[in-house]
């Protein structure tokens, strides 16, 4: 069983800055994608940035040029730096690790850490 927990949610003003962190810990495939979500009230869950155990990237287009994935495989931790934070942004962020193996996928989910801009 896999288990993440996210930290470095909070309070930030708008055009500022917010670093989230999330740690894997328990059975991991080594090849997974490691990801952040996130879900504003009454809205869906969505994409927010992923990346590979390989090192491929994806950003939602909401999040391009001010957002940066990166993650550790050794230490199974995923960062996101959140720049130039807008109102938009509010939302409650998931870190996410999915992998197949053997045709089969897991999936797995933090229990979510708030961001919230606001002047």
């Known amino acids: 069983q896999v288990q993440l927990v996210e930290s470095g949610g909070g309070l930030v003003q708008p055009g500022g800055s917010l670093r989230l962190f999330c740690a894997a810990s328990g059975s991991i495939f080594s090849n997974n994608d490691m990801g952040w979500y996130r879900q504003a009230p009454g809205k869906q869950r969505e994409l927010v940035a992923v990346?590979?155990?390989?090192?491929?990237?994806n950003y939602a287009d909401s999040v391009k040029g001010r957002f940066t994935i990166s993650r550790d495989n050794a230490k199974n931790t995923v960062k996101l730096q959140l720049n130039n934070l807008k109102t938009e942004d509010n939302a409650v962020y998931y870190c996410?690790?999915?992998?197949?193996?053997?045709?089969?996928?897991?999936?797995?989910w933090g229990q979510g850490t708030q961001v919230t801009v606001s002047s």
């Open positions: 990346i590979s155990s390989g090192g491929l990237i």
């Open positions: 996410n690790i999915n992998s197949w193996y053997k045709g089969v996928r897991y999936d797995y």
